[in-house]
């Protein structure tokens, strides 16, 4: 049987964290920044955990369960 192939755009999208967590990047950060707060555009710039909810989904795109 062949390898399982991972999604192309979850590799690009997300990476794992030492403890097994999965890490992203904030969305709305890359276009259209005249109207947004210096505040909330910093706010954007670091990134932050992949809710519990999604993480199932998000492991079995990337094959790790």
Do not use: E, W, Y
Request: glycine letters at 4%; aromatic letters at 4%; hydrophobic letters at 30%.
């Amino acid at each position: 049987m062949p390898k399982m192939k991972t999604k192309s755009s979850a590799k690009k999208r997300f990476k794992l964290t030492g403890t097994g967590k999965i890490k992203r990047k904030h969305a709305f950060k890359s276009h259209i920044l005249t109207k947004k707060s210096k505040k909330r555009k910093l706010a954007l710039t670091h990134s932050t955990l992949v809710h519990a909810n999604d993480a199932a989904n998000i492991k079995q795109q990337l094959r790790l369960k």
